[in-house]
C-alpha cells in the first residue's frame, strides 16, 4: 500500500469518525430537548452552547490583555441577557477565546499544509485565530438575542393570561399562576426568578421586577413592570384592560419586527449560498485540473 | 447475484411493512391509553407501558431516541390515525423495499445506495407535509369553534352541551376532534382542563396547551369558563396569525437555502451518471479527497451560517 492509498484513508476514516460522533452528539442533544419538552422544562439551546464552552475551555489560562478586552466590551451586558453571568465570567469567557483562536488557528494552518503553500498556511492561520478570537463573543451574542426575543415572543400571550387572572386575583398570584402553568416558556423562567427574589429575600414584587428588567434590558418587558409597579402602590384597577391592549400592541410591534427581518433575510442569505456556490465551483475546478493532469500524462 | 439480494431485501421489507401495520392495531385492542385519567391503574406510567413500542425504534436505538424529540415528533405525530413508531417502521420497510427494488431494476450498488436514503426521506416529507395540513386545517378552525362553544355555553349550557351543539355544525378536522373531546369528558368523568390537557397531549400544538392553562388557572381562581374561552379565541387567534405570517415570509429562504445547500451534491452525482470516468478521481486520488473535505467543509459552514441567519429571523 503506497503513502498516497494511506492518505487517502486516513482522510476517510477521520472525517467518517466526526461523521459519526456528529450524528451521536446531535442525537443526544435532542433526546434531552424532548425530555426537558416532556417535563414542561425550559431547554435554552444556546445558553447551554455557552456553558459547554466554558466547561471545554477551564483548563486554560485566562490571559489578562483578553480579559481587558471582554471588561472593556459589551459582553457581561450580553452574559446577564443570556442568563448565563451567574456561570460564566469575563475570566471565562478570556479562556473560551484563547481555546476557539487555538482550534481555529490550528485549522487554518491545517488546511495551507493540505495545500501545499507555506503563504497560505500563514494567511488561514492568522485568519483562523481572528475568527476564533471573535468566536464566543458570537456564541454569546445570539443566546443573548435569541433568549430575549423568546422573552418578546412570549409576553403578549402571558399579558393577556395575568390580565385573566387580575380580574379575580391579585398581579403577583397572576404572575406565580403564569410561571406555574407556561413553565416550559423562557418568559415564565425570567418571572420565576423575581418570585424567587420575593420568597426567599423578601423583597417587593415591583422591586424584584425592575431588577429583572435592569438584568433584560428588555424593552418590552417595561409595561409589565410598570403594572406591577402600579398594582403594589396603588392598586390594580382596570388593570385586566390596560394589560390586553398592551399585549395587542406588543403583537402588532413583533410583527413589523418579523417582516422587517423576513425582509432583511435574502439579503444576509446571500453570504452562504456564495459559499456553496463556491464549493461546487471548487469541485469542478478540481475535476478539470485532475483530467488536465491525466491528459497530460 | 444482486438481484437474488435485491429481491431478499424487498421481500423482507414487505414483510417488515404488513407486520408493522398489524402490531399498533394489536396493541391498541389490547390496552386503554387514558388509564391514567380514568384512575383504574393509576398512574401515567401505566399509560406509558401501554403506548405501543415500535419494533424499528428498539432496533435503532439511542438515534431515533434522539429523533423522536420535539421537532420531528411532535410535528409527525398527528392525527387520529397517526402514530410517531409506526412512521418510524413504515420508513425501515420502504428503505428496505427501496434498496431491493434498485438493485433489482438497475442492478447498481450506488443507486441502491441513493434509494436507502432517499426512499424513507421522500415517505417522511409526505408524512411531515400531511402532518402540517392537518395542523394549518385544525388550527384555521380553532379559534371560531372555541368562540362558538363560548357563546353556547354563555346561553347557559355546560361545556359538554356546549361542544355537542356545536359540533355537528362544524366541519373535519375540529369536528371529529371536538367529538372525541366530548366523549372523553363524559366517559372518563374530567374537568374541562383536564380534557384539554389530554388532548394537548394527543396533538401537541402550543396552541392547545395554552388553552389548557388558561382553563387550569381560570379555575383556580374561579372565572366562568365561557368568559375565558371568548378572550383565548382572540389571543389565539392572534398567536396563529403571527405564526402563519412569519412563516410565509420565511418558507421563500428557507425554500432557497435548501435547494442550494444540496447543489453540489446534486450536480456531481448528474455528471456521475452521464459520465462516470469524469468523476471518478475525485473518489482515488488524494487531490480529489481533499478536495471532497475543503468542499464538504464549505458546504456544512454554509449550512450553519444559513441556520444561524433562520433561528434569528424565526426568534
Known amino acids: 500500500m503506497d503513502v498516497t492509498t494511506l492518505a487517502i484513508l486516513g482522510i476517510v476514516f477521520l472525517v467518517l469518525i466526526l461523521v459519526i460522533v456528529g450524528i451521536i452528539v446531535r442525537a443526544r442533544r435532542r433526546a434531552a430537548k424532548a425530555a426537558a419538552f416532556a417535563v414542561g422544562e425550559v431547554y435554552d439551546e444556546d445558553k447551554k452552547r455557552v456553558l459547554r464552552l466554558r466547561s471545554q475551555a477551564k483548563m486554560l489560562p485566562a490571559i489578562p490583555l483578553f480579559v481587558q478586552v471582554v471588561k472593556r466590551g459589551d459582553l457581561p451586558r450580553q452574559l446577564d441577557q443570556a442568563d448565563v453571568s451567574h456561570d460564566v465570567s469575563v475570566e471565562d469567557v478570556a479562556r473560551m477565546k484563547l481555546l476557539l483562536m487555538m482550534i481555529m488557528g490550528g485549522a487554518g494552518v491545517l488546511l495551507g499544509v493540505m495545500l501545499f503553500s507555506p503563504l497560505l498556511m500563514v494567511l488561514f492561520g492568522a485568519a483562523g485565530m481572528a475568527l476564533g478570537f471573535t468566536g464566543p463573543d458570537s456564541t454569546i451574542k445570539q443566546a443573548a438575542t435569541i433568549r430575549q426575543a423568546k422573552v418578546s415572543r412570549a409576553l403578549p400571550l402571558a399579558l393577556e393570561v395575568i390580565g385573566l387572572a387580575v380580574e379575580r386575583t391579585s398581579i403577583d398570584a397572576g404572575i406565580a399562576y403564569y410561571c406555574q402553568f407556561f413553565s416550559g416558556e423562557v418568559l415564565a423562567q425570567e418571572l420565576g426568578y423575581a418570585n424567587q427574589r420575593v420568597v426567599q429575600l423578601k423583597e417587593r414584587l415591583d422591586v424584584a421586577m425592575s431588577e429583572l428588567l435592569h438584568k433584560n434590558r428588555n424593552d418590552d418587558l417595561s409595561f409589565l413592570v410598570a403594572a406591577v409597579g402600579q398594582a403594589t402602590q396603588v392598586g390594580g384597577r382596570d388593570l385586566k384592560a390596560m394589560l390586553q391592549s398592551q399585549s395587542t400592541e406588543l403583537r402588532i410591534k413583533r410583527e413589523q419586527e418579523v417582516k422587517g427581518r423576513a425582509l432583511r433575510a435574502p439579503v444576509l442569505m446571500t453570504f452562504p449560498t456564495l459559499l456553496n456556490m463556491l464549493a461546487l465551483l471548487f469541485i469542478l475546478g478540481s475535476l478539470a485540473f485532475l483530467q488536465i493532469g491525466n491528459a497530460a500524462k | ?315
Open chain 2, 1 to 315: 447475484m444482486l438481484t437474488i439480494i435485491g429481491l431478499g431485501l424487498a421481500a423482507v421489507g414487505a414483510l417488515y411493512l404488513i407486520v408493522s401495520a398489524i402490531l399498533p392495531i394489536l396493541q391498541q385492542a389490547r390496552s386503554d391509553p387514558y388509564t391514567a385519567y380514568t384512575g383504574s391503574t393509576g398512574t401515567a406510567a401505566a399509560a406509558e407501558a401501554a403506548r405501543y413500542r415500535s419494533p424499528t425504534e428498539a432496533i435503532l436505538g439511542v438515534f431515533w431516541r434522539g429523533m423522536g424529540s420535539s421537532n420531528f415528533k411532535r410535528r409527525v405525530d398527528v392525527g387520529p390515525d397517526f402514530i410517531f413508531g409506526s412512521l418510524l417502521d413504515r420508513m425501515l420497510a420502504v428503505s428496505l423495499i427501496g434498496v431491493g427494488l434498485g438493485l433489482i431494476i438497475f442492478g447498481q450498488p450506488l443507486i441502491a445506495a441513493i434509494l436507502l436514503f432517499g426512499a424513507p426521506a421522500l415517505t417522511y416529507f409526505l408524512a411531515i407535509r400531511r402532518a402540517k395540513a392537518y395542523e394549518a386545517r385544525f388550527l384555521l378552525q380553532l379559534p371560531n369553534a372555541i368562540l362558538l362553544v363560548s357563546s353556547a355555553m354563555a346561553a347557559g349550557r355546560n361545556f359538554v352541551n356546549a361542544l355537542q351543539a356545536t359540533t355537528p355544525n362544524l366541519a373535519d378536522p375540529i369536528k371529529g376532534e371536538l367529538e372525541h373531546l366530548g366523549n372523553r369528558i363524559q366517559a372518563l368523568r374530567v374537568t374541562e382542563a383536564q380534557a384539554f390537557e389530554m388532548w394537548a397531549e394527543r396533538l401537541p400544538y402550543p396552541e392547545l396547551h395554552t388553552i389548557s392553562s388558561a382553563l387550569a388557572i381560570g379555575n383556580q381562581v374561579g372565572l366562568e369558563t365561557y368568559a375565558l374561552l371568548r378572550s383565548l379565541s382572540g389571543s389565539i387567534q392572534d398567536e396563529i396569525r403571527g405564526r402563519n405570517e412569519l412563516e410565509a415570509l420565511t418558507s421563500q429562504v428557507k425554500g432557497t437555502a435548501t435547494v442550494i445547500s444540496y447543489l453540489p451534491v446534486i450536480f456531481v452525482l448528474l455528471i456521475y451518471f452521464v459520465t462516470p470516468k469524469f468523476v471518478t478521481p475525485l473518489f482515488t486520488t488524494f487531490i480529489g479527497i481533499v478536495t471532497i473535505v475543503i468542499a464538504g467543509g464549505m458546504n456544512y459552514l454554509s449550512r450553519w451560517w444559513t441556520a444561524r441567519i433562520l433561528k434569528r429571523i424565526e426568534a
